[in-house]
């Protein structure tokens, strides 16, 4: 079913929306994906806060351009769907690893701000940890110290009760 002007228009209006907000786009050839494994994919991107589209390539072209995602116009070529996330991470995980447990899902590329990636580079941020679990990681740093620290100042009263109790036992033995 074809879509009419006006009706392009709102679809692009709504990328256009998405594209503002996002950090990274990548795109996938689904080329011999059937519904079930779409609802699957589309399903994992929306737990995941992944902005998941079908579009044709001129209304993504129309969509990106004037962004910082602009470059990317030279990679839309063939049967696409584009994953728009505000996580640069998020859409570079779901689509990859959706695609190493389905082959006919296959990546094309992607772009961060201002940088063109292709599949290799797609696949390289896919690998890399989630805003999440960096904040997560880093948050263990930070306490680390203060835990250590804690940890001796207890040390102080516990040595001393066993030193007590060590006393006591050694009255009551004798």
């Not at 929306?46 to 995602?69: D, H, P």
Request: hydrophobic fraction near 45%; avoid cysteine; aromatic fraction near 4%.
């Amino acid at each position: 079913m074809s879509l009419n002007r006006q009706e392009k228009a709102v679809v692009v209006e709504e990328v256009v929306a998405q594209v503002a907000g996002a950090q990274s786009i990548v795109i996938a050839e689904y080329r011999g994906l059937d519904v079930a494994s779409v609802t699957e994919l589309r399903k994992k991107a929306r737990e995941s806060g992944v902005y998941l589209r079908v579009l044709k390539n001129t209304l993504a072209r129309r969509a990106i351009t004037g962004t910082a995602f602009e470059g990317l116009s030279e990679q839309l070529v063939g049967p696409l769907m584009y994953g728009i996330s505000t996580d640069p991470v998020g859409a570079a995980k779901v689509m990859s690893d959706f695609a190493k447990a389905n082959d006919k899902l296959v990546l094309k590329g992607g772009s961060l701000p201002n940088s063109v990636l292709n599949q290799e580079g797609v696949k390289a941020l896919a690998s890399m940890p989630s805003r999440e679990e960096l904040l997560s990681k880093l948050l263990g740093t930070m306490q680390a110290p203060i835990a250590q620290f804690v940890r001796t100042l207890n040390e102080v009263p516990t040595k001393f009760v066993r030193g007590l109790a060590a006393v006591r036992d050694q009255k009551e033995a004798a």
